[in-house]
């Protein structure tokens, strides 16, 4: 949890003003995150393993553009060392839900792409994640709220990977 108090040691009160509450808002976005991947990693998907960052990443590829990405894609947006996500695709490819696909453009490259067994898990799943994010956030934040706060976090998001921006910043209607 946040805390409001100074550090011990530490003269004046680091918490007040502008720089205080820049150092609340960071907070509570990672501990908001935290909790959300807490939430989300303790379903499971359609009744039955993975979940967690399994589902992480299996739920980025559902959602992709001929259900795979490219392996370095799919690391920035797990936040996934490269080895971290190689063994991670290799639990998956060994479950028989993900396969690799060269890359015809850079023999380097590789994609991780949904098998058909990980898109009928995913097609059976998102639903029920839909759900359960609906149960989660129900009256939390209304549909403007939720739109608004999606902006935000993408603008934060692209400037943290180095992302350009959006035209007319993002906003929306421009």
């Not at 100074?6 to 205080?20: F, L, N």
């Not at 015809?104 to 898109?119: K, M, Q, S, W």
């Not at 609906?134 to 549909?143: E, I, S």
Request: proline share 10%; with cysteine.
């Amino acid at each position: 949890m946040a805390t409001t108090a100074p550090a011990p040691g530490r003269t004046g009160d680091p918490t007040g003003g502008p720089a205080g509450d820049r150092i609340t808002t960071v907070g509570l976005l990672l501990e908001s995150a935290a909790g959300l991947r807490r939430h989300v990693a303790s379903r499971p998907l359609a009744g039955r393993p993975p979940a967690g960052l399994a589902f992480d990443i299996l739920l980025r590829l559902a959602r992709s553009p001929g259900y795979r990405l490219r392996m370095s894609e799919l690391a920035l947006q797990t936040t996934l060392s490269p080895s971290g996500l190689t063994r991670a695709i290799d639990r998956l490819e060994r479950d028989g839900l993900v396969e690799r696909q060269a890359c015809p453009e850079d023999r380097r490259g590789a994609f991780a792409a949904l098998t058909p067994d990980g898109r009928a898990l995913m097609d059976a799943s998102i639903p029920e994640h839909l759900d359960h994010l609906g149960a989660l956030l129900a009256d939390l934040f209304t549909p403007d709220e939720e739109a608004r706060l999606t902006e935000l976090l993408r603008r934060l998001r692209d400037r943290l990977y180095g992302l350009p921006a959006p035209p007319c910043g993002g906003e929306p209607g421009c």
